[in-house]
């Protein structure tokens, strides 16, 4: 019958061996690049203010996420480039292209100090558990981690890496199943959590105690925009399938982030049912009584947290590779603006050298001292910072509320505003409906866009005056 044929096409579709250029390796690959350190902060945003709150911040960041999504996938077709760099090089010149470089050089270097600070927290769970009397204080995790790491990043590329990073995936998708399982052995310990007055419950969160103030919600909400920022990498993700069409690419977009949705939904819920007001920023400390008394689900603890700990060590040395190159590409530009450096830019108009994630023009690559000497300078500056500070939630509220808002919202928009005065889209060469690429559509997305950046910079300031004022 034709629903048979119908069904067995969907089943074929979903799964087929899943070749390059496919669908879903592309959907997989742009919500790989989301997942990291930030879902194990969800919990705690979800403890805010119960289970409604916490479902509502994260929706909202997912929805703004995907109106991002589509808003830089349309830019990216109207334009023909495949970076975000050049698309910003393209329509606001280089003085763009240099703020966006530095933003995502932030981002990269904030990511890194957060996970150095996650693995001061993770770290002496994890050698209590094997009975060490040694390495129980953050201090000597946090320097061991850096020397361990060090190797790695001293690499020039990050494809001797590639095995070690679905090796960290799989990890991270190991620590997520622990969280979701043991949600369910641990309700006994809870009060009612979905329909009574106890905590976990709907609307009861501790917002408003002695130790949450209401402006963390805030910081909850740049929390949740930060476990979506996929963005920057999404030119990466499209323009490697077969035929990205707008049609689609957009089935892409949708799909990766109604998946990353369920499972942030499924670990942050899972983890305040387990916890309740309880929860840590970083859920996976609070299973460390567990491990001590022996208790519960202690043999899969000990392995989440070891396999947390090397995911966020490639992380680490993944984003640590960007980061660097940012650092590389922003020393060569003042090299050449004021020591006036004669090195050679890729020829006007040509796309096919543009890098697939970021915009770089080809200069020399630098020596190996000079390779060395950026690298070690940035890997300081970030295990300096991790040692002085351990507010992580401060430090994903600046990442989320300044850098993940700027090239999630305000950039697109910006650009979106400018492009649409130039040239109209054609009928049919955009991802989502053909309002959102209208005058008044891109007027109504500069309202809805505006939240996010009103709430996003307002977290980001309070979360950089908690980090000065010493506010946890």
């Known amino acids: 019958s034709v629903e048979r044929d119908a069904a067995r096409s ?26 990291g350190s930030g879902v194990l902060a969800l919990s705690w945003v979800m403890s805010l203010g119960g289970f409604a709150v916490g479902v509502v911040l994260l929706t909202i960041a997912a929805f703004g996420s995907l109106q991002a999504l589509r808003a830089l996938a349309n830019l990216g077709l109207a334009t023909g480039l495949d970076s975000y760099s050049a698309v910003v090089k393209d329509i606001l010149g280089d003085g763009g292209s240099q703020a966006l470089e530095w ?15 996650f693995l001061g927290q993770i770290g002496p769970s994890v050698f209590a558990s094997l009975g060490t009397p040694f390495l129980r204080d953050r201090t000597p995790i946090v320097w061991i981690s850096g020397f361990i790491v060090l190797f790695p990043f001293l690499l020039r590329t990050v494809g001797a890496l590639r095995y070690l990073s679905t090796l960290s995936l799989f990890s991270l998708v190991y620590v997520m199943i622990i969280i979701v399982v043991q949600s369910f052995t ?20 501790k917002l408003g105690s002695k130790d949450q103030r209401i402006t963390d919600l805030f910081l909850g909400f740049s929390i949740c925009v930060y476990s979506f920022s996929c963005h920057v990498n999404l030119f990466s993700s499209y323009t490697g399938m077969t035929n990205p069409e707008p049609r689609r690419v957009g089935k892409v977009l949708d799909r990766a982030t109604v998946g990353s949705w369920c499972v942030y939904m499924m670990v942050a819920i899972c983890g305040y049912m387990s916890f309740g007001n309880d929860t840590k920023d970083d859920v996976l400390v609070n299973y460390r009584a567990d491990i001590d008394k022996g208790t519960g689900f202690r043999f899969f603890d000990i392995v989440a947290n070891f396999a947390m700990c090397f995911s966020l060590m490639v992380a680490y040395t993944l984003n640590g590779h960007a980061g660097r190159a940012e650092a590389e590409r922003l020393l060569d530009r003042f090299r050449r603006t004021f020591c006036g450096a004669d090195l050679p830019e890729s020829p006007a108009g ?4 543009l890098s697939l994630t970021t915009y770089r023009p080809r200069v020399m690559e630098p020596s190996i001292w000079s390779h060395i000497g950026v690298t070690v300078a940035f890997h300081l500056s970030v295990l300096v910072v991790a040692w002085c500070e351990q507010d992580i939630k401060s430090i994903l509220g600046v990442l989320g509320g300044f850098c993940a808002t700027t090239f999630q919202f305000l950039i697109p928009v910006i650009l979106l505003r400018k492009l649409v005065r ?6 049919g060469s955009h991802v989502g409906a053909k309002y959102w690429v ?22 980001a300031g309070i979360s950089c005056y908690n980090l000065v004022a010493g506010r946890h």
């Open 422 to 427: 130039i040239q109209p889209f054609d009928e």
């Open 350 to 353: 040509s796309r096919s050298d």
């Open 103 to 117: 933003i995502i050089f932030v981002h990269c270097w904030g990511s890194c100090v957060g996970y150095i600070v």
């Open 186 to 205: 641990k309700l006994s310990d809870v009060d009612q959590p979905f329909f009574g007055t106890g905590e976990p419950g709907w609307f009861n969160g």
């Open 10 to 35: 969907l089943l074929q579709r979903s799964f087929k061996p899943m070749g390059e250029g496919s669908q879903r390796g592309a959907m997989l690959g742009l919500m790989c690049t989301g997942f």
């Open 438 to 459: 209208t005058p008044a559509g891109v007027r109504m997305l500069t309202i809805i866009f505006s939240f996010y950046i009103v709430a996003g910079y307002t977290a």
